[in-house]
């Protein structure tokens, strides 16, 4: 049950602990821990020690320990449009927004005009956008899977 807890924790048949600092204001009965068993209590704060905590003889031993000797920083944010669209395209649905036409998806993105149709297009294909032609522009618009995809994955 102890191996991989702490480094300290090398043998699970075996509980061995070596105290630094003061000893503890109440000794220790070890038969007594050992009959009665002790409570483990992972801490975040000790920073890779074992404390041990005695209250008083009849009470249960207490080692509070460092659950891991670094902790690890929670993940960055990783956008999954991103990654399952390409940096274009998960710009371009993101810059489609309520709707727009090819030419203002065009100035939105910063790019040309033929490759704001291509990111649209590809967009299209997979479900994204409609596009519809309103003489010689074309309207595109998020489709319920476009909105869904963007509020999966907000910026």
């Known amino acids: 049950m102890l191996t991989g807890i702490h480094p300290a924790f090398?043998?699970?048949?075996?509980f061995e602990l070596t105290l630094w600092g003061p000893a503890p204001e109440v000794p220790?009965?070890?038969e007594r821990t050992a009959e009665?068993?002790?409570?483990?209590?992972?801490?975040?704060l000790l920073g890779g020690m074992v404390s041990p905590a005695i209250a008083s003889?009849?009470?249960?031993?207490?080692f509070a320990y460092t659950a891991s000797e670094t902790v690890q920083p929670p993940p960055v944010h990783v956008d999954g449009l991103t990654a399952l669209v390409g940096k274009g395209k998960a710009?371009?649905?993101?810059?489609?927004?309520?709707?727009?036409t090819t030419t203002e998806l065009a100035v939105r993105l910063g790019v040309s005009a033929p490759a704001a149709s291509q990111h649209t297009a590809t967009?299209?294909?997979?479900?994204?956008?409609?596009?519809?032609r309103d003489g010689q522009r074309v309207i595109h618009s998020l489709t319920p899977l476009?909105?869904?995809l963007l509020a999966a994955n907000p910026l």
């Open 10 to 14: 090398s043998d699970p048949t075996r």
């Open 28 to 30: 220790v009965d070890l």
């Open 36 to 44: 009665a068993g002790f409570v483990l209590s992972p801490n975040l």
């Open 57 to 62: 003889p009849w009470q249960q031993p207490l």
């Open 91 to 100: 710009a371009a649905l993101r810059a489609i927004g309520t709707g727009c």
């Open 123 to 132: 967009l299209r294909g997979s479900g994204m956008i409609t596009s519809i």
């Open 146 to 148: 476009g909105i869904g």
